[in-house]
């Protein structure tokens, strides 16, 4: 059975989901993992290892659903009271397409949330969410276009190589301050998610680390895990690293 993260039998007595919450452009989340929803083998997997991660935002690719519900479609096995569906833009190859399918996701009543076009999308009205590279100069123009993240990535995505640019995420982290900085990409296993946490991400997004596990809802559950231990690290503070030995147990004070 999955360990609920936030729940009775969780981590609730850190007090890491009561105190610490996740904040989105106003809206508190108690879970700092974000799962998307492609390359499973079948919806009724998606839904378990949603279960089992214990997140609470959900992606979903407005494109590669069945909108009008008219056949069986993975928005069935997606408790909308429960996961907050935060529609992307994955196979828009233009702006034109990621602004007409976040419309789409708006009309039939996903989300007005979305990951791209940033500028038009917030003129709109939507909350903005981009994906994007670790470059400073590129998010701080996202930034000032309105973007309510910046959500670059740890490695190229579904690479599944963890995080190959430490020091440009550290770099971001002190100069991303007034959004949540959500990594997103590059993923692939529960260490990577906690390496991200601990550099200071405010979450992590990933969709191919669970669905491409060979067994994905124990990896969900692994990743859900992995989010949480890496921000109470985060939070704790790591001790100083040093190049030489310090004894554990000094020899100051010892009785002889």
Same mark, same amino acid.
């Given at each position: 059975?999955?360990?609920?993260?936030?729940?009775?039998?969780?981590?609730?007595?850190?007090?890491?989901?009561?105190?610490?919450?996740?904040?989105?452009?106003?809206?508190? @989340?108690?879970?700092?993992?974000? !799962?998307?929803?492609?390359?499973?083998?079948?919806?009724?997997?998606?839904?378990?290892?949603?279960?089992?991660?214990?997140?609470?935002?959900?992606?979903?690719?407005?494109?590669?659903?069945?909108?009008?519900?008219?056949?069986?479609?993975?928005?069935?096995?997606?408790?909308?009271?429960?996961? @907050?569906?935060?529609?992307?833009?994955?196979?828009?190859?233009?702006?034109?397409?990621?602004?007409?399918?976040?419309?789409?996701?708006?009309?039939?009543?996903?989300?007005?949330?979305?990951?791209?076009?940033?500028? !038009?999308?917030?003129?709109?009205?939507?909350?903005?969410?981009?994906?994007?590279?670790?470059?400073?100069?590129?998010?701080?123009?996202?930034?000032?276009?309105?973007?309510?993240?910046?959500?670059?990535?740890?490695?190229?995505?579904?690479?599944?190589?963890?995080?190959?640019?430490?020091?440009?995420?550290?770099?971001?982290?002190?100069?991303?301050?007034?959004?949540?900085?959500?990594?997103?990409?590059?993923?692939?296993?529960?260490?990577?998610?906690?390496?991200?946490?601990?550099?200071?991400?405010?979450?992590?997004?990933?969709?191919?680390?669970?669905?491409?596990?060979?067994?994905?809802?124990?990896?969900?559950?692994?990743?859900?895990?992995? !989010?949480?231990?890496?921000?109470?690290?985060?939070?704790?503070?790591?001790?100083?690293?040093?190049?030489?030995?310090?004894?554990?147990?000094?020899?100051?004070?010892?009785?002889?």
């Amino acid at each position: 059975m999955a360990l609920s993260l936030c729940g009775e039998q969780g981590f609730q007595h850190y007090n890491v989901c009561m105190s610490d919450p996740l904040i989105i452009a106003g809206r508190e @989340f108690s879970s700092r993992l974000i !799962v998307g929803t492609g390359k499973y083998k079948s919806f009724q997997e998606t839904a378990r290892a949603l279960e089992a991660s214990g997140a609470e935002i959900v992606t979903v690719a407005v494109r590669r659903v069945n909108l009008d519900r008219s056949k069986e479609s993975l928005l069935d096995y997606i408790d909308p009271k429960k996961y @907050f569906l935060l529609p992307n833009t994955a196979g828009c190859y233009s702006t034109d397409e990621a602004i007409r399918a976040a419309r789409l996701g708006r009309e039939v009543g996903i989300s007005d949330w979305v990951k791209q076009a940033t500028r !038009v999308l917030v003129k709109e009205g939507f909350t903005v969410l981009p994906y994007t590279s670790d470059d400073v100069v590129f998010a701080r123009r996202l930034l000032d276009a309105g973007a309510a993240t910046i959500m670059p990535l740890g490695a190229p995505i579904g690479s599944g190589l963890g995080i190959q640019n430490r020091a440009n995420l550290q770099i971001l982290r002190e100069m991303i301050t007034g959004v949540p900085l959500i990594v997103d990409a590059g993923v692939g296993t529960a260490s990577d998610a906690t390496v991200a946490m601990e550099l200071g991400a405010d979450a992590v997004l990933m969709n191919t680390g669970i669905a491409g596990a060979q067994d994905p809802v124990l990896m969900a559950e692994a990743m859900g895990h992995a !989010v949480v231990a890496g921000r109470l690290a985060y939070l704790a503070g790591r001790m100083e690293k040093k190049l030489y030995a310090t004894a554990s147990s000094p020899l100051e004070g010892v009785v002889r």
